[in-house]
């Protein structure tokens, strides 16, 4: 709809109603109570104005025909499988796992599923109970034991004191895990040269299409996307809205069937 990928619902508020939202409680404690009557009010600002906006962004895709556009979004959107995480692939996850080798990966894995699931079953943030920091030196340390376990840096003592047992238990697993079960770093494939000229110019082909649809580029596909695209070897994108806005002009264009030409200082694409 033209609204941008970055949209906040202030902002959102803002462009469909003119109405500006009042920013002066975003730094409120809202486990406090009461609430004074400025808080409450900032609070009902979070949905007085959603029965508004909800027909007129409706509307307008209506009058665009791309109400169909959000079908398979929001189904995925809705369906809890999306959300579920995979504890034992939650190590990848953690950035600094690129330092880490060999059985430190083991354990790694082994520490991670256990914070996952922890943070899971207690509803916390994964750094509220073990920060990646940690993980990845118990996995280089591989302590032995409760006093070698004490001095790694930002580990919570509560913690400590009642799973450490289990922590010494899960690295004494990992260790014990045969080399060809060690996980192995995801292998991030690079484009070469010829690829990289040719993201570049399906990238090009996504900007010009989002702005014919008056969109943002990101909604139909990233640099990124674009690059796995390649690496798997394809040449178009999944058969969705998305793709039914760019997957024709890449074929067209990578046959030579069609050509890209600068007229008046605009890029357009003709057959």
Request: proline share 5%; glycine share 4%.
């Given at each position: 709809l033209g609204l941008g990928d970055q949209m906040g619902y202030a902002r959102l508020v803002e462009a469909l109603l003119n109405i500006q939202l009042e920013k002066s409680q975003s730094r409120t404690?809202?486990?406090?109570?009461?609430?004074?009557?400025?808080q409450v009010a900032y609070a009902l600002d979070d949905v007085r104005y959603l029965s508004q906006i909800f027909p007129l962004i409706q509307q307008r895709l209506i009058e665009k025909n791309r109400l169909s556009w959000l079908d398979n979004d929001f189904q995925q959107l809705s369906d809890a499988q999306t959300y579920l995480p995979?504890?034992?692939?939650?190590?990848?996850?953690?950035?600094?796992?690129?330092?880490?080798?060999?059985?430190?990966?083991?354990?790694?894995?082994?520490?991670?599923?256990?914070?996952?699931?922890?943070a899971i079953n207690k509803n916390r943030p994964r750094r509220w109970i073990l920060g990646d920091?940690?993980?990845?030196?118990?996995?280089?340390q591989a302590?032995?034991?409760?006093?070698?376990?004490?001095?790694?840096?930002?580990?919570?003592?509560?913690?400590?004191?009642?799973?450490?047992?289990?922590?010494?238990?899960?690295?004494?697993?990992?260790?014990?895990?045969?080399?060809?079960?060690?996980?192995?770093?995801?292998?991030?494939?690079?484009?070469?040269?010829?690829?990289?000229?040719?993201?570049?110019?399906?990238?090009?082909?996504?900007?010009?299409?989002?702005?014919?649809?008056?969109?943002?580029?990101?909604?139909?596909?990233?640099?990124?996307?674009?690059?796995?695209?390649?690496?798997?070897?394809?040449?178009?994108?999944?058969?969705?809205?998305?793709?039914s806005l760019v997957n024709e002009t890449f074929a067209n264009l990578l046959a030579g069937k069609s050509q890209i030409i600068i007229e008046d200082g605009i890029v357009k694409i003709i057959d």
């Amino acid at each position: 709809l033209g609204l941008g990928d970055q949209m906040g619902y202030a902002r959102l508020v803002e462009a469909l109603l003119n109405i500006q939202l009042e920013k002066s409680q975003s730094r409120t404690d809202w486990a406090r109570r009461p609430l004074n009557d400025k808080q409450v009010a900032y609070a009902l600002d979070d949905v007085r104005y959603l029965s508004q906006i909800f027909p007129l962004i409706q509307q307008r895709l209506i009058e665009k025909n791309r109400l169909s556009w959000l079908d398979n979004d929001f189904q995925q959107l809705s369906d809890a499988q999306t959300y579920l995480p995979d504890p034992e692939q939650a190590w990848k996850k953690i950035r600094s796992a690129q330092n880490l080798k060999g059985v430190q990966l083991a354990i790694l894995q082994k520490m991670g599923s256990w914070r996952e699931n922890e943070a899971i079953n207690k509803n916390r943030p994964r750094r509220w109970i073990l920060g990646d920091e940690v993980l990845v030196d118990m996995a280089k340390q591989a302590p032995k034991n409760k006093s070698d376990l004490s001095p790694i840096r930002g580990a919570n003592s509560d913690y400590l004191n009642q799973y450490h047992a289990t922590w010494l238990h899960l690295i004494q697993q990992a260790q014990q895990m045969p080399p060809t079960q060690w996980p192995n770093l995801p292998i991030r494939e690079k484009l070469n040269s010829h690829q990289e000229i040719l993201a570049d110019l399906l990238m090009m082909i996504v900007r010009y299409q989002a702005h014919r649809h008056n969109i943002s580029p990101p909604m139909i596909a990233s640099r990124k996307q674009i690059e796995k695209m390649l690496i798997n070897g394809k040449q178009q994108l999944n058969n969705d809205w998305r793709g039914s806005l760019v997957n024709e002009t890449f074929a067209n264009l990578l046959a030579g069937k069609s050509q890209i030409i600068i007229e008046d200082g605009i890029v357009k694409i003709i057959d």
